[in-house]
């Protein structure tokens, strides 16, 4: 059969199962449009390059990059040196690297243009969730045994380590685009909130701003809104309890719940201008939310076992200079 390049979609969705599959959905219509089979392992985290070209599926122990463009079941990349389960994986704002973590208890840095590692963290226990600050120049990660550690890459070492609650691991960091904010999630519904400030180094000060009981089960994932969201700033937590909680980060009060998922909701992700929330659920649907109304306006249902992770990009494309 010969490979056929279709044309880029303005707005990649993709969605991954328990089911061994990454589905492609027409956001709008709510259509699959393209099915890749992944049978190696169960998709821990999906994510789309900042130029819409690849689409990285971290699996256990590897990550497979995809072309988004092509309806080849074949990965264009593989990045093989983990040893366990890939738990977070994301891309450098022009897409020159990616970055992993692992429940090999290691954070990774990968030259997308060279095969191999190009650096390794040794975060001692499984990690669970790691995000790169907005500066690009550290990256902060969360374990399994409730360690968040933020690695300088410009000193290639570990500048700064805390632990909210001991032995309660953290599930879930995210970032405000400003690089002002910081939560964490852990597996007590509880998230921890810093500001961010800056010392006279290049190290990232942490300073408690809030302690936030969100839900009775785990937080699978905590979000903060992006830049094109403002004047308004919220924080989305999809938890075990089937529902996704949306507050207004000004007082961290509830804004809304987003009930209609059946079971755990593990993965959410905004929409540039944070008007849309996509979420992903054991149910096997993944669905598309109005943040004004709270109502899911669109289910993407095909997947046959848990929906347990989710990847949007309805933004410009972004690409190295």
Not at 67 to 73: A, C, E, K, Q, Y
Not at 237 to 262: C, M, P, R, Y
Request: proline share 4%; with cysteine.
């Amino acid at each position: 059969m010969t490979e056929q390049v279709m044309t880029q979609p303005s707005v990649i969705l993709a969605t991954a199962s328990y089911d061994h599959t990454i589905r492609f959905w027409e956001a709008k219509s709510g259509r699959c449009y393209r099915t890749i089979q992944y049978p190696e392992s169960q998709v821990n985290r999906l994510e789309i390059t900042p130029d819409k070209r690849f689409l990285a599926a971290a699996g256990n122990p590897h990550i497979r990059l995809f072309d988004v463009n092509s309806t080849s079941p074949q990965p264009v990349m593989s990045y093989d040196s983990h040893t366990n389960n890939v738990m977070a994986v994301g891309f450098q704002c022009d897409g020159k690297w990616m970055y992993s973590g692992s429940e090999d208890g290691t954070v990774k840095i990968w030259d997308l243009r060279a095969p191999g590692c190009q650096r390794e963290y040794e975060s001692r226990a499984a990690v669970n969730t790691v995000v790169l600050h907005p500066n690009q120049t550290e990256l902060i990660s969360g374990d399994q045994n409730g360690n968040i550690r933020v690695w300088d890459l410009t000193a290639n070492s570990c500048s700064c380590e805390l632990v909210p609650e001991v032995d309660t691991a953290v599930r879930s960091l995210t970032v405000m685009w400003d690089g002002s904010l910081v939560v964490a999630a852990n597996n007590k519904g509880t998230c921890y909130v810093w500001r961010l400030l800056r010392g006279t180094q290049t190290m990232t000060n942490f300073e408690p701003l809030h302690k936030l009981q969100a839900h009775d089960g785990y937080i699978l994932k905590c979000l903060l809104s992006p830049e094109f969201c403002e004047p308004q700033r919220y924080l989305a937590t999809a938890s075990s309890d089937s529902t996704v909680k949306i507050w207004n980060v000004d007082g961290f009060t509830l804004e809304k719940t987003l009930v209609g998922h059946q079971r755990w909701v593990w993965d959410c992700v905004f929409s540039v201008d944070g008007a849309y929330l996509i979420t992903a659920s054991s149910d096997t649907t993944a669905r598309l939310w109005s943040m004004s109304s709270g109502e899911d306006i669109r289910v993407y249902q095909g997947h046959h076992k848990a929906t347990v992770c989710c990847a949007l990009h309805d933004g410009a494309e972004t690409t190295a200079a």
